[in-house]
């Protein structure tokens, strides 16, 4: 087995395609055909089924995958480093991110980071916590910002902020609502929030539990940005993050209104290989990235006009 049948590989069952493969390859059709053909007749055993929508990979070679992957990428940050004579970086970094932190850091950080090593090329991917801690442990991912999770895990955990949760509600729908506002009181709202396997509503059960309180919203879905775009636009209210918000916040676009009784808060950590070493071009990109993200936790001015208590409306006084 010969580390370009291994590259080859890879290559294909990430584009799909022999056509996409070759082309990032930059080799012609055949040769690659040939490879994987010889590969699977080395190994015994079918890698891949041709079908209309292209190259379908077997059990197989999921597992070649997972096994492959992470030794390819170690030998690739191998060679950088004793390529590397004049200090420059160049290389790719694979991070995980979860959406309700990407979309409130990563443009920033990633414009931050490409201003000075504008050689390295980036991919990152959203998802939910676990998905995320598996894909470090299976070596698809460098890293990955996550919120902690409640059960211990066999990787390197970086403790990065608190970040408060925080009671939204649309600044173009009146509710009579202080700066602060209990939990117990949050619950009667009609509200829209996570599913249950999503990570942040398992934290707001957990909080919402240890005081008896209910939350039974009138919506629930996994994407953060339509819950968003649901209580801008609606008198629907929700419990997120702070910076899942921030940018609609100091537009004047929506309102946020601590919460007491108990006071939320989720943990948000960085998790890593503990038996495999990061590059330097990914120590340095999650340097940046862990600087954003500890931002978070820097206080939020609301325009002056969003602040006090707010006649209520005649939707939201219908509430449960």
Do not use: W
């Amino acid at each position: 087995m010969e580390l370009r049948q291994i590259q080859y590989f890879i290559c294909l069952y990430e584009e799909g395609t022999v056509t996409r493969a070759a082309r990032r390859l930059n080799i012609v059709q055949p040769a690659l055909s040939m490879q994987i053909a010889r590969l699977e007749d080395e190994i015994g055993r079918k890698l891949f089924e041709r079908s209309q929508q292209g190259m379908r990979p077997t059990a197989a070679a999921r597992q070649m995958y997972r096994t492959f992957l992470p030794i390819m990428r170690d030998f690739t940050h191998a060679r950088d480093q004793l390529l590397r004579t004049d200090g420059e970086l160049k290389g790719h970094v694979n991070v995980g991110m979860i959406a309700s932190i990407a979309q409130g850091v990563l443009s920033d950080a990633i414009e931050e980071f490409a201003a000075q090593h504008a050689k390295v090329t980036i991919t990152v991917t959203d998802g939910y916590s676990a998905t995320l801690g598996d894909l470090v442990a299976g070596g698809q991912l460098d890293a990955a910002f996550i919120n902690k999770p409640r059960r211990p895990l066999s990787l390197a955990v970086e403790h990065i902020v608190d970040e408060d949760l925080v009671l939204v509600t649309g600044s173009a729908h009146a509710h009579s609502l202080g700066q602060t506002v209990p939990l117990r009181e949050a619950a009667m709202l009609n509200l829209a929030l996570p599913t249950r396997q999503h990570g942040l509503r398992g934290i707001l059960e957990s909080f919402a539990q240890a005081e008896d309180i209910d939350l039974s919203p009138t919506y629930e879905m996994d994407s953060i940005v339509s819950i968003i775009k649901l209580v801008e636009r609606t008198a629907y209210a929700t419990l997120l993050p702070r910076v899942a918000v921030r940018n609609r916040v100091q537009r004047g676009r929506l309102r946020l209104h601590e919460v007491s009784a108990p006071h939320l808060f989720r943990q948000v950590v960085c998790v890593t290989h503990p038996r495999r070493a990061l590059s330097a071009e990914a120590a340095s990109f999650l340097e940046v990235l862990t600087r954003h993200v500890r931002g978070l936790s820097a206080p939020l001015r609301q325009p002056d006009t969003m602040r006090g208590d707010f006649p209520l409306s005649n939707q939201v006084a219908q509430t449960r």
